[in-house]
């Protein structure tokens, strides 16, 4: 797993990242000349990549030093090296960022829900833990067991992504076809926007404008629990086409979830959960929050010792819904 920490180096300022990010719907659009400030926030995060990489990164992550090495192995450029790992950053927040964010949220902000959260966790994924002087001081969380053993926690996951996904799968027309009283031209290309399907009552039920955190649980008296189609699920894309870092994805924010919903306390400065509204316009799949949120964060009473993780067997999967 990577922290963002490990993810940039010490010398790039979150804001050029965030600045660049901002103006790429412009950007793809070729209309440049009205995205200067993302221009030059673009350029500053690869001027920052060339000068890290160009010194001692020991201290970097497995997976940045492994990108550096495979492609230096095949001769790119020092240049391209540095917009290599930069365009990476953008594709490793996009949309981990804001699903890790709205996971969180809509644990903290239902108590209920947080204290059944923990317990699932604690009792199927926090292996025993290490006493010291009367107190709990070593704990080690088992990713296996938070994939394979805590269907609700997994279930908040894909509801969070089912009603804030964005995304449009793209797909070609290969034969002349009609679909409705609609002719669909060969060679033409079919937009199919996620989130009418994603609140399409017919596939979802009633309540499918909704949040509900045990719509994926199977073996639940919920509407749809154990029949879902394939097809339903959109957030990592359709088949053939999935999204080819979903586990990766998926792991990262499911432990990060994890140990925070374990570890910590987080309450909402004023006392009361207010639930921003979502930003359009960015180039997601998943919508941001239009604001931040001000916390307070304390440790959790006995929860607060030195924790690790055991990574487990690498052929064990999130059981995710699109695969």
């Avoid at 990489?53 to 970097?60: C, P, R, S, T, V």
């Avoid at 090495?69 to 001769?75: D, E, I, N, P």
């Avoid at 080690?140 to 805590?150: A, H, P, Q, R, W």
């Avoid at 629990?225 to 959109?234: N, R, V």
């Amino acid at each position: 797993m990577v922290s963002l920490a490990e993810a940039f180096p010490p010398n790039i300022h979150a804001n050029n990242l965030r600045t660049w990010n901002d103006g790429i719907p412009t950007l793809v659009a070729g209309l440049s000349v009205f995205a200067r400030k993302a221009l030059r926030g673009r350029q500053d995060v690869i001027n920052s990549y060339k000068e890290y990489l160009g010194g001692d990164y020991e201290n970097a992550s497995e997976l940045v030093k492994e990108q550096v090495r495979v492609m230096s192995a095949y001769g790119v450029p020092a240049d391209d090296l540095a917009r290599q790992r930069a365009a990476f950053d953008i594709a490793l927040l996009s949309n981990t960022a804001p699903t890790a964010f709205w996971t969180l949220f809509n644990i903290f902000s239902r108590p209920a829900l947080l204290q059944e959260l923990r317990a699932e966790l604690e009792q199927n994924a926090v292996l025993s833990p290490r006493v010291q002087n009367g107190r709990n001081s070593e704990f080690e969380l088992d990713i296996v067991g938070i994939k394979t053993k805590c269907p609700l926690f997994l279930s908040v996951f894909q509801e969070t992504q089912r009603t804030l996904t964005i995304h449009a799968n793209i797909r070609k027309v290969l034969e002349d076809t009609t679909l409705e009283g609609y002719r669909l031209q060969k060679g033409s290309y079919v937009q199919i926007p996620n989130a009418p399907i994603h609140n399409n009552a017919e596939l979802w039920g009633a309540d499918a404008a909704a949040f509900n955190p045990r719509r994926f649980v199977k073996n639940e008296e919920t509407v749809l629990a154990s029949s879902i189609p394939p097809y339903a699920f959109l957030a990592f894309g359709t088949a053939p086409h999935l999204c080819p870092a979903r586990q990766f994805a998926s792991t990262e924010v499911l432990v990060m979830v994890a140990l925070l919903a374990l570890r910590v306390e987080i309450e909402p400065l004023g006392g009361k959960w207010e639930r921003p509204e979502p930003s359009y316009g960015d180039f997601v799949t998943i919508l941001p929050p239009k604001r931040d949120i001000d916390v307070d964060i304390r440790s959790r009473d006995g929860w607060g010792g030195n924790w690790s993780l055991k990574i487990g067997d690498s052929t064990s999967r999130v059981p995710l819904a699109s695969g």
